[in-house]
Structure formats: C-alpha cells, structure tokens
C-alpha cells in the first residue's frame, strides 16, 4: 500500500472553489487511485468516467486540475513508465506524490534491510552491498513505509524511518524470550504460605476479617473454578489469588456443638438456609391465595 498527498490548502484553493465540491471528491478519488496503481498520475479513462460524470472530469480539465490525453497519444505519464492512453494526468501529481520508480525502490531497500535483519537473527552471514537481496518489490509486502520523495514540510501518514532499531527490536525480542510463559491454572492448584499471609494481613487492613482454615479452602476451590471456566492464563497465580481473597464475603461458618431450641421445649432443628426459607415462605404464599381463590369459586379453581 503507498500513500497519496493532499496539500491542506485543498479546500480554500482557488481551483477548488472553482470546481464545487462534487468535482473535488472526484480529484481526490483519482489521485488516491494514482496512488495506488503508482500511475505517475495517470488515471485511464474507463475508471474516470467510472468515478465521475462527463460534466465533473471537463470542470477538472477546465481548472487545470486535469489534463486530458488524446486517444492517439502515448504521451500519458508525466515520468517513466509511459501507459497508454486514452486518460487523464494530475497536474502537479509528482510535485506532492513520489513517483513509481521512488516508491519501488525504497520498497527494495526496505525489504533488503528486512532480510538482513532476519539473517542476523538466524546468526547468518550478510552479503557484503546487499548482495542477494531482492532488487524490486512491485507488490507490497507489507514494508512499504517511508516511501517519499523528500522530507515533507507536513504530517504525513507515513511511518516514520525505524532505521538502526533492529538491535532493539532483537533485544527486546531476547527479553521477552525470558518471561515467564502463560498458562492456564492447574485443578489442584493451591497458595502459598505468602500468598496466605498477605492476602490475610490485608483483610486485616481494610477493616475485614482474617479467613479460616475452612474459608480460606472455599475460597480457593471457587477461585480455581472460576479461573478454569473463563480459560483465564497468567504467570503468577498467587498474586491473583491474593485479590481474589482480599474481595471474598465467605459465607459464615457453623461453629461444631452449636444448637438450636424450640421455644415450647420440643426437639432441636437444624439451621435453615436463609434462601430455602424465603422460598418456603413464598410457596406458602401462592398456597394460601390459591385456596382463597377455591373458596371464591365454590371450591373449585377455573
């Protein structure tokens, strides 16, 4: 891919205001298309007329934003190569646009010091003055930065030169060789005695209290759970465990021995679960409006 230039003057310029605004996308259309097919400005007739009314390419031609090339001529390039005509040419185009010739050549030198680079990278030699590297690339090969014909006086959209970086690029490349790699967490994954203590000590921090034996084990099962359900990966799964505790609201424990006595001397219950009552409590809701609904009816239900 290469890129085309727009002055940012454009749409004050005299021609510009001439032309209207139908006419000026349909320049900018042609010259994002030279710049694409590398034309030297040359865009053929069938996909002018294509992008553009008879009306819009002779307002063009009128404001000399475009030249028009007769049929017969192959004079339709401003530079190497010549294509053939019928077309029109950009006026100015290579005044702003590297020409074919400067973007497959800095194509060329980018892909040479690409593979250069990769040979140091497999420890091989490199040939002395780019010996066997390729000498064009006409199609892009995803390296197609800095191809300009000189330093713009403006942003351009161009990637700026990474020449010299390739060192870093190795070195960061060794660095991250030696992290530690990700993984997904084992079923019988467990913390560590400081994995336990900071996560306590910062319970104790924030006001919360420390877990317990029992706790802290159900917090672990519903942490690994958790984690092996989303295929969640990481390098240190205590730090993440340590959060995991820091937040946890366990359910309170039972202690051993406790009971619970009836009010009239009957036997003892076993505790009931908050939730099991309130749905106890609301069946028991819809039985008592059922039967109110009965008696209504003459003790049947519709």
């Not at 934003?65 to 001529?73: F, I, M, N, T, W």
């Not at 967490?185 to 319970?203: F, L, S, T």
Request: proline share 9%; aromatic share 4%.
């Amino acid at each position: 891919m290469a890129w085309s230039r727009i002055d940012d003057s454009l749409h004050s310029h005299p021609k510009i205001m001439q032309v209207g605004n139908a006419a000026t996308g349909l320049f900018v259309r042609l010259i994002s298309y030279a710049g694409q097919h590398l034309t030297d400005g040359f865009v053929p007739a069938s996909v002018a007329r294509s992008y553009g009314t008879p009306r819009l390419l002779a307002s063009l031609c009128d404001a000399n934003l475009l030249a028009k090339v007769d049929p017969k001529s192959n004079q339709t390039s401003e530079t190497h190569p010549p294509l053939q005509g019928p077309g029109y040419v950009i006026h100015d185009y290579l005044d702003y646009n590297p020409s074919r010739e400067q973007v497959l050549a800095e194509r060329a030198k980018n892909a040479a010091r690409q593979e250069a680079f990769r040979q140091r990278r497999r420890g091989k030699p490199i040939p002395p003055d780019g010996a066997g590297a390729p000498s064009s690339n006409g199609s892009s090969n995803g390296v197609t930065n800095d191809t300009t014909n000189g330093a713009p006086s403006r942003p351009d959209p161009s990637r700026p030169d990474r020449g010299g970086t390739e060192r870093e690029d190795s070195d960061r490349s060794d660095e991250r060789a030696h992290e530690p790699a990700l993984s997904l967490i084992p079923p019988d994954w467990q913390p560590g005695q400081d994995d336990i203590a900071a996560a306590q000590n910062a319970r104790l921090t924030n006001g919360q209290p420390a877990l317990t034996g029992a706790q802290l084990a159900e917090v672990t099962r519903k942490f690994v759970r958790r984690q092996a359900a989303d295929r969640r990966a990481a390098t240190n799964w205590g730090s993440r465990w340590q959060e995991w505790a820091e937040r946890e609201r366990p359910t309170p424990e039972v202690q051993q021995g406790t009971f619970l006595v009836s009010l009239d001397g009957g036997a003892t219950a076993p505790p009931v679960d908050p939730k099991t009552a309130a749905r106890r409590a609301a069946r028991d809701d819809l039985n008592a409006i059922a039967a109110e609904l009965r008696a209504m009816n003459g003790g049947t239900t519709a």
